[in-house]
């Protein structure tokens, strides 16, 4: 895209941005406009704070009146910005020789590359088909192995569908890859039985070993791989760091494991109850990604959207291999002891029980759980009927309960 039509573009959507604020008699300053490989933003410091979530609502009007395909809007650090989907023969896309660093996986707004650390120490990849999880994973991959040597760092993988064939003999694999039924849940045991090791031996400076998990939700139907992916999710102590693929993460896909996934990259996702659970935020739109590549990362409050650097034949080839790596074994050579047999049973079918969360009670509290609607719960949180009257109904009952024992108290004083 040429400067001349970024900038003819940007005065455009900011005209038709001032003149929905003026119907709507919100006031603000425009503070920027950024370019992002599909979209381009615009940035408005708010004259009032108090009528941010007015302002949050103008997306889809905003979509609308600039006959574009969607506008995500988010806050960001003292602003507001609204994301405008570009038209695609506009979208740009990266490969890995794009990026200004090996350790990057992407590149975000202004082209600011977007880096893959394990710091939080589990990752969370995910998306629907198309959205481009395993591009994703692959050139998180490259970022890892180019920038960590093989006596550094290990490496598992669970491939459930062999798309990562071309590391089978990749220098840092600790375990042969695992494909099967049996080979997951063997290596998914010993792995675990690593973590078993290190904690008993309190060992924190071990060799970090990375477990990437392909379609994560196949692999813990059985019961033995949950416990096992449950175990290594408390490893960070230890160096062991997870990095799950899903489709559609829930709670009920991921027990006791999806909380602790912080270090989130999330593609285009069915909608946007998902969004918010994928993200760990309301909010953030994932379902208004455009997919195949287009991402966002998602480290507690921060938020960037980025378009994901493509790892090439070339990248790849250039990696460092070996022959077929060994099984693991324990440090003195003994075998790894299998899990215990009393597992926990697999989540119930049906519907996932919807349980409180504190960010949007916030928000119920904050304006008066009768100020929001089951159109603005639905806009803002992602939340079905249920999800609301619950929200709604916990918060009333707390507010009583609290007045009650503040009379109570009050009684007692006299």
Same mark, same amino acid.
């Given at each position: ?98 990026? !200004? ?11 600011? !590359? ?57 220098? #840092? ?23 078993? #090791? ?42 062991? #760091?997870?990095?799950?693929?899903? #489709? ?44 195949? &590549? ?42 790894? !002891? ?8 697999? !989540? ?7 349980? +409180? ?10 304006? &008066? ?14 939340? &079905? ?17 609290? +007045? ?8 007692? &004083?006299?």
């Amino acid at each position: 895209m040429s400067v001349g039509f970024l900038t003819k573009k940007a005065k455009r959507l900011s005209f038709v941005l001032s003149a929905l604020f003026t119907r709507q008699n919100l006031a603000g300053r425009l503070t920027g406009a950024a370019r992002g490989a599909r979209h381009l933003s615009l940035s408005v410091r708010l004259a009032d704070p108090t009528d941010l979530d007015k302002a949050l609502a103008l997306a889809e009007p905003l979509a609308l009146a600039a006959n574009t395909q969607a506008v995500v809007a988010e806050r960001r650090t003292g602003q507001i910005v609204y994301q405008f989907e570009l038209p695609p023969g506009f979208w740009e896309n990266y490969t890995r020789a794009d990026l !200004p660093s090996p350790g990057a996986v992407g590149l975000a707004e202004q082209r600011r !590359p977007v880096l893959f650390v394990l710091d939080p120490p589990h990752t969370l990849i995910a998306g629907t088909s198309g959205s481009g999880k395993s591009e994703t994973v692959k050139s998180a991959l490259v970022s890892l192995l180019q920038t960590n040597d093989p006596a550094a760092l290990d490496l598992a993988i669970v491939d459930p569908h062999g798309d990562y064939g071309d590391f089978w003999n990749v220098a #840092h694999l600790a375990i042969p890859m695992a494909q099967e039924g049996p080979e997951i849940t063997t290596a998914l045991t010993r792995l675990a039985g690593e973590l078993a #090791h290190r904690k008993g031996n309190n060992d924190r400076t071990a060799k970090r070993f990375v477990i990437v998990v392909d379609e994560a939700h196949e692999a813990l139907r059985d019961n033995r791989n949950l416990a096992a992916i449950q175990a290594l999710a408390q490893g960070r102590k230890f160096n062991m #760091h997870l990095v799950l693929v899903i #489709h559609k993460p829930l709670h009920k896909n991921l027990p006791s494991v999806l909380d602790n996934l912080d270090n989130r990259f999330v593609g285009k996702v069915v909608d946007a109850k998902v969004s918010a659970t994928a993200t760990g935020q309301a909010g953030l739109e994932a379902h208004k990604l455009t997919g195949k &590549g287009d991402f966002l990362h998602v480290v507690g409050a921060k938020v960037e959207r980025f378009q994901v650097a493509q790892a090439t034949r070339q990248d790849i080839e250039r990696l460092p291999r070996t022959d077929t790596p060994a099984p693991l074994s324990l440090a003195d050579g003994q075998p790894i !002891p299998d899990l215990p047999a009393d597992l926990p049973d697999p !989540p119930p079918p049906g519907r996932p029980r919807i349980e +409180i969360d504190p960010i949007v009670l916030a928000h119920y509290f904050y304006h &008066g759980p009768d100020q929001i609607t089951r159109r603005i719960a639905q806009e803002l949180f992602g939340m &079905g009927r249920t999800g609301h009257d619950k929200h709604r109904d916990f918060c009333k009952q707390f507010a009583r309960e609290y +007045i009650r024992l503040r009379r109570q108290q009050k009684k007692i &004083g006299e």
